[in-house]
């Protein structure tokens, strides 16, 4: 089993749409997790870290289900500005080791 | 604006050639990143750095090399060891000591491409 899995897409969806994105880890002792989005041929751009409680920023909302070891990025009202690709990214160990795991990626296209 | 830069942006070597990638970041953060990325594939880690004058081999460090003499800079080098070198680097770094600790931020990027 990959250390972090996601769904690769693509979703192409309609202006407007809600999507959903999931991924699970395999580490139960995670630590941190978060989201970037990747523009095509762009670096990666930290989009939102994930809390245990859940978090949400403007149209888009994080939530951790340690139970189920996976984390979940809901998007509303989705833009033509939101089509890339959004990376899953797990630290894995307590401590000092500073070392993530970077899923391979769900692609998202918004389409007019 | 505070950041951090790669160069070149485009690099292109003949087989067998060494060459080094350059990496500068004025965040005062204490670590670095250098990973690469292929099409199709997530990234995946070469080296890091926690520290000055201190430096981990990642996932993939065969056929690279690195320094941390300064905390800004962290330059990789991608010799002819390297088996298949034409990628996409990407230099990052975070604050341990912050309290976004394990963020990381990434440069632009160099496309290095092995003619």
Same mark, same amino acid.
């Given at each position: 089993r990959k250390e972090v899995e996601q769904d690769?897409? *693509?979703?192409? !969806?309609?202006?407007?749409? +809600?999507?959903?994105?999931n991924c699970t880890?395999? #580490?139960?002792?995670?630590? /941190?997790?978060f989201?970037?989005?990747? =523009?095509?041929?762009?670096?990666?751009k930290l989009l939102m870290s994930v809390y245990s /409680? %859940? $978090?949400?920023?403007?149209?888009f909302t994080a939530q951790? $289900?340690?139970?189920?070891? &996976?984390? /979940?990025?809901?998007?509303? =009202?989705?833009?033509?500005?939101?089509?890339?690709? &959004?990376?899953? !990214? !797990? @630290? *894995? #160990?307590?401590? $000092? $080791?500073?070392?993530?795991?970077?899923g391979l990626g769900t692609s998202l296209g918004v389409n007019p | 604006d505070?950041?951090? +830069?790669?160069? *070149?942006?485009y690099l292109f070597r003949k087989e067998g050639q060494n060459v080094t990638l350059s990496c500068e970041q004025n965040l005062n953060h204490d670590a670095m990143y250098w990973y690469r990325q292929d099409p199709g594939q997530g990234l995946r880690l070469i080296y890091y750095s926690q520290i000055v004058n201190d430096f981990q081999k990642g996932d993939i460090a065969e056929g690279y090399s690195v320094s941390r003499e300064?905390?800004?800079?962290?330059?990789? +080098? !991608?010799?002819?060891?390297?088996? #298949? *070198? +034409?990628?996409? &680097?990407?230099?990052?770094?975070? #604050?341990?000591?912050? %309290?976004? @600790?394990?963020?990381?931020y990434f440069g632009p990027g160099t496309r290095l491409t092995v003619l």
């Open positions: 690769p897409g *693509p979703f192409n !969806v309609p202006e407007g749409a +809600t999507v959903a994105f880890y395999s #580490n139960s002792a995670s630590q /941190s997790f989201w970037y989005r990747q =523009d095509c041929r762009k670096e990666p /409680s %859940g $978090n949400e920023d403007g149209r951790l $289900n340690r139970a189920s070891q &996976y984390i /979940s990025l809901l998007i509303r =009202d989705s833009k033509l500005s939101d089509s890339a690709t &959004y990376l899953c !990214v !797990v @630290k *894995p #160990n307590a401590g $000092n $080791n500073r070392k993530l795991i970077w | 505070g950041g951090i +830069t790669q160069s *070149p942006k300064k905390k800004e800079s962290f330059p990789l +080098t !991608v010799t002819s060891a390297q088996k #298949n *070198p +034409t990628a996409f &680097y990407l230099c990052a770094s975070s #604050n341990p000591s912050g %309290g976004a @600790k394990d963020t990381q």
